[in-house]
């Protein structure tokens, strides 16, 4: 019960609410150029920093470079002109099932009893 109520509260398509939040956070996403995922901070989660480091290259600074643009935006108090702002796609995630992917990792590995990559020591 709890969970099914759970998945309609953040659903989108069922919830006007969430559906509301979803439009506003895209909205200013667009804004400033970004994706949601650039929103993730790897210095916060080391899964995050991980996750970006087995990304490609090309990935990795688009995304850099979004986040420049998006400072740079903010700091002159700008926005992207309309025509960009409708180019953007906010939601489309690039991140994701690769933090999957080391959580997964992860998890393994606590459960096996192993020390995570990033907090091994060389003897």
Do not use: C
Not at 49 to 54: G, P, T
Not at 67 to 74: C, F, N, V
Not at 83 to 112: C, H, I, N, W
Request: proline share 6%.
């Amino acid at each position: 019960m709890l969970s099914s109520l759970s998945a309609w509260l953040v659903n989108p398509r069922r919830n006007p609410l969430a559906r509301l939040h979803m439009n506003a956070v895209a909205s200013r996403l667009r804004k400033y150029g970004l994706r949601y995922d650039d929103l993730y901070d790897p210095y916060h989660d080391l899964d995050i920093k991980e996750a970006l480091a087995r990304l490609p290259r090309e990935v990795v600074e688009a995304r850099n470079q979004r986040l420049k643009r998006a400072m740079d935006l903010s700091m002159k108090h700008q926005y992207l002109s309309e025509e960009a702002q409708a180019a953007q796609t906010p939601f489309r995630g690039y991140l994701s099932d690769m933090l999957a992917l080391v959580k997964k990792e992860s998890a393994e590995r606590e459960a096996l009893g192993a020390l995570p990559l990033y907090q091994r020591t060389i003897p």
